[in-house]
């Protein structure tokens, strides 16, 4: 079940009750051991849903999931509420806590436990619905609610009151609730999450929206960098970098900024540092995969990119890729040749800014590596008059116009040479040259091997 806690101080806050309430039907029930004020009195429910209503202004809640009917079924807390600031029309979502003191709800140092799979699926809810003109994003950390018993997250329209006062927009953020019907954490197949915890960057964290928005991960909480001003030293507050961690069921962390100090305690504690790129390409594969690769190629930010071909991590072999050929061929059509080397590996080692393919691979079959091979030979035929294969080698063989013996037959450099070069014969001191009198044949050997 998901609980949804409205408060009776926040106008938007009820507007968007309003719409909760006209967006699908819900049957009205009665809580006489609570006060009015405190969660009691009238609430609402429909399949997967209850609604609770509160006189104090969300922040400053203690824990409303005690309110609910049955709070051990609770997945999570969605606060629907306004967003204040000079950020125009806005649909945002973000977790709650302080890493610093507690100016705005919350305890000091204190992080209530994240929704970050039930956050990614409330924005992209909100980027299907949001009105025109609404931008949609997620924030950082920074108020209350923090003693939470239950996961958590706000959903809120904003950014002024026009906004709170906007049908649309607070339709928006209850039918974005109401499609959010999922889980708390985004686990993988091996029991993993897919969470990270991001650090440094602005309030509005662009970045980490991007993970949100842009990836297979979901986002925790977000220490911005005003917040880990407020936090003080991490390594004397190692505590509360430790908190963010577990608060947002995470073992990762993405850092933006160069944060030397902040990278060592997060090391010191466990976890791992990781890239936006990490995460990206990474996306939804095995965790497992991901570090055996990695250990036996190079790493995701030195280049090392996934192909397309199976990934039982218990049946990978690790082999040289043909760097002359691949060469050869990203020279006459490098897309071509990046999607051959893809299509056939498992994991692969590039170059230039990860542009071409060049080094080891990890392959799943003999077979694949011969695939790839004949993939990236028959591109050179676009250049070559002959490609074969032989045992351990490519030959490729072209007919072309040596300048050098049209030289020695007298031909000056100019119109004729382009003639000859392109086909043509030409007359010459009362001969007829022909392309194949001042041709040469070049052969060029691509070494293959696996090892």
């Known amino acids: ?44 429910t429909t399949p997967g849903f209850e609604l609770r209503e509160f006189d104090e202004l969300h922040i400053y809640l203690d824990d409303p999931s005690v309110a609910f009917s049955a709070p051990e079924q609770l997945e999570f807390v969605v606060f629907v509420s306004r967003h204040s600031g000079n950020t125009g029309k806005l649909l945002t979502a973000h977790v709650t806590g302080n890493f610093g003191p507690a100016e705005y709800g919350g305890t000091d140092g204190g992080l209530a436990r994240a929704a970050p799979n039930a956050q990614k699926a409330i924005v992209a809810s909100m980027q299907q619905y949001a009105p025109d003109e609404y931008d949609v994003g997620i924030e950082c950390t920074h108020h209350g609610p923090s003693e939470m018993t239950v996961p958590s997250l706000f959903a809120e329209v904003g950014s002024d009151d026009p906004q709170w006062r906007d049908p649309e927009a607070a339709r928006a953020v209850a039918k974005a609730v109401l499609d959010c019907q999922t889980d708390a954490d985004r686990i993988d197949s091996d029991g993993n999450t897919r969470h990270v ?53 995470a073992a990762l962390a993405v850092v933006e900024g160069t944060k030397p100090t902040l990278t060592s305690v997060i090391s010191e504690l466990g976890y791992r540092v990781v890239s936006e790129t990490w995460l990206s390409v990474v996306g939804d594969r095995s965790l497992s995969l991901v570090k055996q690769v990695e250990s036996e190629l190079s790493s995701i930010d030195d280049g090392l990119r996934f192909g397309a071909g199976e990934t039982d991590s218990d049946e990978l072999t690790y082999v040289s890729l043909p760097d002359e050929l691949l060469a050869a061929a990203s020279g006459i059509d490098l897309d071509r040749t990046y999607k051959a080397v893809k299509s056939h590996t498992v994991a692969f080692e590039t170059t230039e800014g990860a542009t071409k ?17 004949d993939e990236v030979s028959a591109i050179l035929t676009e ?67 696996r090892r």
């Not at 408060?7 to 009205?28: F, G, K, P, V």
């Not at 393919?357 to 091979?373: K, Q, W």
């Not at 490519?394 to 020695?408: H, K, L, M, Q, Y």
């Open 357 to 373: 393919p060049v080094g080891r691979a990890a392959i799943h079959s003999n077979d694949a590596y011969d695939a790839l091979v």
């Open 197 to 249: 915890v991001g650090f440094g960057g602005g309030h509005y964290a662009p970045r980490f929206t991007r993970v949100v928005m842009e990836t297979d991960w979901a986002v925790g909480h977000i220490g911005a960098d005003w917040q880990l001003e407020e936090l003080g030293d991490a390594t004397a507050n190692c505590d509360v970098i430790d908190r963010a961690f577990a608060a947002s069921n």
């Open 1 to 44: 079940m998901i609980g949804i806690v409205v408060s009776r101080a926040d106008y938007a806050s009820t507007h968007i009750r309003d719409q909760l309430l006209e967006c699908t039907s819900w049957e009205t029930q009665t809580d006489e051991s609570r006060p009015n004020a405190d969660g009691g009195g009238t609430y609402y």
């Open 383 to 449: 250049k070559y008059d002959s490609v074969t294969r032989t045992d351990g080698e490519i030959v490729a063989t072209t007919v072309g116009f040596d300048p050098e013996r049209a030289s020695t037959l007298g031909i000056p450099e100019g119109p004729k040479f382009g003639q000859l070069a392109s086909g043509r014969a030409i007359e010459h001191d009362g001969q007829t040259i022909t392309p194949e009198t001042v041709s040469t044949e070049q052969v060029d050997r691509f070494i293959i091997s």
